[in-house]
């Protein structure tokens, strides 16, 4: 039995990984050509969702299991890629301030939260995943180990033969879809409701030092050291593509001038699409009309810390016949198939 990812992001990754732990084969399409959401991910991790103040969805137990995941992965590839640090949330008003302190001393949120000092309250339980890093150390394994097909991937290029499916001249049992924004023009998955996010950031360099902490005030605002500042991120649903843009800049500027008066200059602008989807929860499971393909997407912005335990996720659905959760199931958007024509 074999398999075949298609796409090298995270979400690619996260499922070679699951594959290579249950010594199952696999090969997987990532051409060095194609713009990637990860290569320029920010890949920040917080527990908390600072519009109403909620914790993440399961987030007790995704955590645990993506640093375990990742302390794996730094292990194999002998690199750091997890740097763990606390975020400070900007509190503007009094509102927000008594909202933060009741949330706090709930004990649901209490190993989330801390006190504010100085008009920051503490989260705890963050940090950041290099992805970057990530992806170029885990794709060039995979060269090395001869399991990359560096190619643009094309779906006429993937005929069945019997039960049997042929790409690039080898033949798989499967295949598991991983193309993060570009999934919503799969036509075996395009009947999926995407609601595709144009994301950028920027780096600023300054006269001074401004903060050694990372801070939220809108945007994050992460040292890099030097005196070297990134500004993550913005949001915008309309002209999806991965340009960037001056807008952009302007934007994320506007929240870093608000708190800090010194001189900067912008020194780096990345862009890319983040596969986000209406409901905010995965997308795991088989295509209706063809159980031999499968798709793992719709991580969006909180895709580091869902991607490691989905990915383990889908993989027991296929291999040991468990049943998907019905919030990530496919199934939940049925009827939108059913519809599609």
Known sequence: MSTLIIGGGLAGICIAEQLKSIDEPFKLVQPSSMPSSTSVATGMFNPIVFKRLNLSWMVDTLIPY?????????????????AEHALYKRIKNKAYEDFWNNRMINPEYSSFMGKINDGFG???????LDCALLQSEYLAKLNADNLLIDTQFELEKLTSHGKKIEFN???FDRVIFCEGAFAAYNPYFNWLPFKLCKGEWITVRTAESVTDVVINNVVNIIPLGYNEYKLSSTFTWEDLDWKTTSEAVEELLRDFTEMFDVPFEVIDQKAAIRPTVADRRPYLGAAPDDDRLFIFNGLGSKGVMLAPYFSKHLIDHIFNGTELLPEVDIKRHHKRYLNKD
């Not at 992965?73 to 997890?82: C, D, G, I, W």
């Open 122 to 128: 503490e989260v705890k339980q963050t940090g950041t």
């Open 66 to 82: 993506m640093h375990k995941f990742y302390a794996s992965l730094e292990h194999s590839l002998k690199v750091r890629l997890v």
């Open 169 to 171: 001249e080898e033949f």
